[in-house]
């Protein structure tokens, strides 16, 4: 059975701050998550009892029984009944879901690692979804080139939805459903972050040729030239603070 000094507690208890009734497990579940991520709870470190936590944080027990698990469905801990808690290191446990939780420090400040770590996984995303969208789903290009049409039309904000349009439609045709999964969070981060990436990726949203020329390449079966073409719209349109 694992025991915990007086010291350890008092860390503990250091850590948290009392939860408001608002959104109580939610709470809970953020509080413990950014110790987590912060590494003030270290891999392999085992956490206090559910009572405990529950009396540090003002909250009931079922509250933090819900955000434990929680933790535990996002790899960030692991759960044995009847044994303790550990925390795992989520570097080599946690998915793709977790990036949203990471490019955002403790102050609500842009991690930049982070971010640049997220565009060049679009980088590379994109041109292989490409490539397999020419030679899987090349009747999929008609779409594609109604998007292309629009965003003549629109305004910068109709060209953010529309340019993830096309490239949602490229993921589909991809057929790939690992590559959808990691798309799916790299739009939830687009979403949270709208505006800086409408500067971010201003000259892609201009490239209005580009985005026809990766169309008209899927459509043709050209695989090959849908996949460097798709390359270099994407991956040299972020700011050096971006992309290394």
Not at 105 to 114: K, L, M, T, Y
Not at 137 to 166: V, Y
Not at 222 to 236: F, G, P
Request: with cysteine; proline share 2%.
């Amino acid at each position: 059975m694992t025991t915990w000094s007086n010291a350890f507690y008092r860390r503990v208890d250091e850590m948290f701050t009392p939860i408001t009734k608002k959104s109580v497990s939610d709470s809970v579940f953020e509080q413990l998550r950014q110790r987590i991520l912060a590494g003030e709870l270290a891999a392999g470190e085992t956490l206090p009892s559910e009572r405990h936590l529950a009396e540090t944080l003002g909250v009931n027990r079922g509250a933090v029984r819900e955000a434990l698990k929680r933790l535990e469905q996002a790899k960030l801990i692991t759960i044995h009944q009847g044994e303790s808690t550990r925390v795992l290191d989520f570097w080599e446990t946690a998915g793709t879901e977790l990036i949203s939780s990471l490019i955002f420090d403790a102050d609500g400040q842009i991690d930049f690692e982070v971010a640049r770590s997220v565009m060049e996984m679009r980088s590379a995303m994109a041109a292989d979804i490409a490539r397999l969208c020419a030679i899987r789903s090349p009747e999929i290009a008609e779409n594609l080139l109604r998007i292309c049409e629009e965003m003549k039309l629109g305004d910068l904000s109709a060209r953010q939805d529309l340019n993830m349009e096309f490239w949602a439609t490229v993921i589909r045709g991809s057929q790939n459903v690992a590559y959808q999964l990691a798309f799916n969070s790299i739009r939830e981060l687009y979403d949270q972050m709208r505006e800086l990436m409408a500067v971010v990726l201003m000259e892609e949203l201009n490239n209005l040729s580009s985005h026809r020329t990766i169309a008209e390449a899927i459509g043709a079966g050209e695989s090959e030239k849908a996949r460097k073409l798709a390359l270099e719209l994407v991956s040299t349109r972020a700011p050096s603070s971006l992309v290394g």
